[in-house]
Structures are given as C-alpha cells and as structure tokens.
C-alpha cells in the first residue's frame, strides 16, 4: 500500500517536474540551455528506490515523453531506463551522503543519457554531425543540472530517504550481512 | 555462487528486451503512433493549454508597467516606421499591377498566390536542448493532416509530423533533422538549408552550386521541390558566405525570419499545394 502509493507520487512528481520543465525552463535558461530535469530525476529513483522501480518508470515516463513531444519513439526510454540501472550500481559502491558524490553521478548520467541520445538520432534521423557544438550545449547543460543539484541537495536526501524506507528495508540488512 | 549466476540470468533478460524494445521503437515513426499520441496528450495538454494561456495573459500585461517614456519613444518610432511601410507598400502595389499584366502577357497561373490556413496557437515547445519541436493547439478535428505546412506571419515555421484530434505537432526548420530545399531568390539557385545545434536562429545552407554567386543579403525561399513545402515561402535571408578551401564545399548561415525563441502563433496551410 505504501509503495503503490510511493509510485503514485513519483509519477504525479514528474508531471509537475515535466511542467516546469516545458514552461519555467524553456524561458529560465543558460545561454539558451536548459537543464535535464528528468535525468534527474529517475537517477534520484534509482539511487534511493533501487533498479527495478528505476528501470520501469525511467522507460514507461521517457517513452511518455517521446509520444508527447519526441520525434522518435523511444529513445528517451531507453536512456532514461538505463540511468535508473545505473542508479542501483552508483548506490552499492558510492555513498549517497555526500553533495560531491551526487554530483559527480549526476554528471556522468546526463552525459550518457545526452550522448545516447544524440548518437541515436545521428543514426537514425541522418542528423549532421556537429560535435564541438554538441559539446558545447553539453556542458552547459551539465553544469545547470549541477547548480540545481547543489541548490536541491537538502530536499532530495530527505526525499529520498523516507523513498529508501519504502522500498529497500530488507536489502539495507542483507547487504552487510 | 547461486546468486551470481541468477543475477546473470536477470541481466541477460534485461539486454534481450531493451534489444527487443530498441527494434520495435525504431522501426515505428510517430506518426504511426497517433493513437498512442492522444492517449498521452489527454494527461498534459489540458494544463499546459491552460498554463500557456495563463503566460500569454501574464506577458501581455506587461506593457501596463512600461513607463511613459519608453512608450512615447516607441510610438515615435513605430510612427516613422509606418510612413516607411506605407511607401514601400504603394511602391510594392505599383510592381504588384506590373507583375500582374505581365503575368497576363506570359500566361502564368498563379497557384500559390492564396493559401487558406488555420490560426494555431503554440502551447508546448521542446524540452531538449538538441531538438526543436512544438505542439499547436489544432487537431484533425479542425482538418490538419501530416505533412500540412506551417508558417508565421514572417515566413516558414515547419510541418506537421504527426496529429491527435486536437493538437499537432510540429517539426520547425531549425530542427537538426530538417533539410529544406530552396532557392536563392536573387539567382533562382537551388540549395539545402539544414537546422543546426550552433544556434536556434540559423540555418547552413549546403550544396550550393559551384557557378552560383552567393550574396550576403539575398533572400531564400521554398523551391517547391520534395513535396512538403509549397512554392516561394520565405526562409529568411543569407548572413554570411564560409568559403572553404574546396569550393564545392562552401556554405552559407542563412538567418531565419522567424524568430523561434518568440514564436506564439502559427498559420498552417490546408490547402494541398
């Protein structure tokens, strides 16, 4: 029952993040860049809720956004079903306790979910390639997401610690047993 | 050890499906998809639409704290530029009579000159940093189809790539999957202008041909050829020439006339060109 409803409110928070997404961020941008507030977010699930809620809803909420605004299906779930995998991995062998940690993870999410991506739709979508420019928008992008890392920080370890009550109480005790 | 091998299990299961998933998803285009679409959409859209609604109303009221100053100075200026439009407007009249008989003389149908099209408001712009798409708030249900052209009041915007019954969406030009072919009105040389990640409000225009003498300046507009875009839309204009060592390699920016950071209201052209 707590999960089922744990699941409803992470669902009803990417809306809200997919909303401010489309509306506050496409206007509040560095240099024209926006942040990647979903990598965030299913990286978050990942880390504090474990692979298997990360793998789901990182691929049934990017397929979501492809149908919505994409021009390819699915991509988007993929990548973002390999971040909440990801997660999972980053929990056993890093500690979630400290800021430079999440960030550093963060990071190295959005670069493989960007360039996954980007990739994809070279192949895909005969897009030309432009790396410096690629590169360019890249780094802006992960050093937004880093900004609002550090500023969120506090939140998201609260957050995600009565998350990690919810859905890891036995595997905390088998992992150092 | 019985662990070990039923995680290798799980994880085997897991590539086969993403593989699996990974075919199924790129052999489907979205406009395949609209079913699915529409599904979709009914979660979002009824409060983005909203939410667009509330900003538009919010960035109109704007002006109402503008101080004085600012608005006389402004209305000055749009005076003078009105005496301006309303010359080259007579002079354009002028060349529009010219061009009408000897029109007349050679026998040209005009088929492009009117175009019947459906007002649309944008109510959702792209959340990636490497795409540019929008959705518009009219459907099948006010008769959009795929591939329906759409332009703002200073030029082209995109088409349509795929529709629920009450909103589209859009792929704009500036899109880095988007390749136009156009003409150079000045030279009537065909080129291909192509969106690019350096900027949201340029273009690269490729194969240029090697004869074709490329101004700063001159105008691009739609060739008609590929059958998505109509004849003679304007594209926007050519701000640099970048001559490479290898002449059939030059390429020029063409900047947009839309301006995309901006763009609140389309037109889509219904009418099959």
């Known amino acids: 029952m707590k999960k089922i409803l744990a699941i409803l409110i992470l669902i009803l928070s990417f809306f809200i993040l997919y909303f401010l997404q489309a509306n506050f961020f496409t206007w509040f941008t560095i240099a024209g860049v926006q942040p990647n507030l979903f990598v965030l977010f299913i990286l978050f699930v990942g880390l504090f809720a474990g692979k298997k809620l990360g793998l789901i809803l990182g691929i049934i909420l990017g397929f979501y956004m492809d149908v919505i605004i994409g021009r390819q299906i699915g991509i988007s779930g993929i990548m973002l079903g390999i971040i909440g995998l990801i997660g999972e991995y980053l929990d056993k062998n890093f500690s979630k306790e400290s800021r430079v940690t999440i960030m550093l993870m963060l990071a190295g999410c959005t670069i493989i979910y960007e360039v996954g991506c980007y990739v994809f739709n070279v192949i895909t979508l005969s897009v030309n390639i432009e790396v410096l420019y690629f590169i360019r928008i890249l780094c802006i992008e992960v050093i937004y997401n880093l900004i609002l890392v550090i500023v969120l920080y506090p939140l998201l370890q609260k957050l995600g610690h009565v998350l990690e009550e919810t859905f890891k109480t036995k595997n905390i005790l088998t992992r150092y047993f | 050890m019985y662990k070990n091998k039923k995680k290798g299990i799980v994880g085997i299961i897991v590539t086969v499906l993403i593989l699996i998933l990974l075919v199924v998803f ?248």
């Open chain 2, 26 to 273: 790129t052999n489907s285009n979205v406009d395949q998809m609209s079913y699915i679409e529409n599904i979709a959409n009914i979660f979002v859209m009824p409060i983005q639409n909203g939410i667009t609604y509330l900003k538009n109303k919010l960035s109109g009221n704007d002006a109402f704290f503008a101080d004085m100053d600012t608005l006389k100075a402004e209305n000055e200026e749009l005076k003078q530029k009105n005496s301006e439009l309303e010359q080259s407007l007579r002079e354009l009249e002028i060349i529009k009579a010219e061009n009408e008989t000897l029109k007349e003389y050679v026998n040209l149908k005009d088929k492009y000159s009117d175009y019947t099209t459906i007002p649309a408001d944008v109510i959702n712009r792209d959340i990636s940093n490497y795409s540019s798409t929008i959705i518009i708030n009219v459907g099948s249900d006010d008769g959009i189809k795929e591939e329906m052209t759409v332009i703002a009041d200073s030029g082209l915007v995109g088409h349509v790539i795929s529709v629920t019954p009450t909103t589209a969406k859009v792929q704009t030009i500036v899109d880095t999957a988007t390749a136009v072919t156009s003409t150079i009105s000045t030279t009537d040389d065909t080129i291909v202008v192509q969106g690019t990640l350096e900027d949201k409000t340029t273009l690269r225009a490729t194969f240029i041909p090697t004869d074709a003498i490329v101004l700063q300046g001159d105008s691009v507009e739609t060739s008609g050829i590929g059958g998505i875009y109509p004849k003679g839309i304007h594209i926007g204009t050519i701000k640099e020439v970048v001559n490479t060592s290898n002449i059939t390699d030059r390429y020029a920016i063409v900047e947009t006339a839309v301006d995309f950071t901006k763009l609140n209201t389309v037109l889509v052209i219904t009418n099959d060109a």
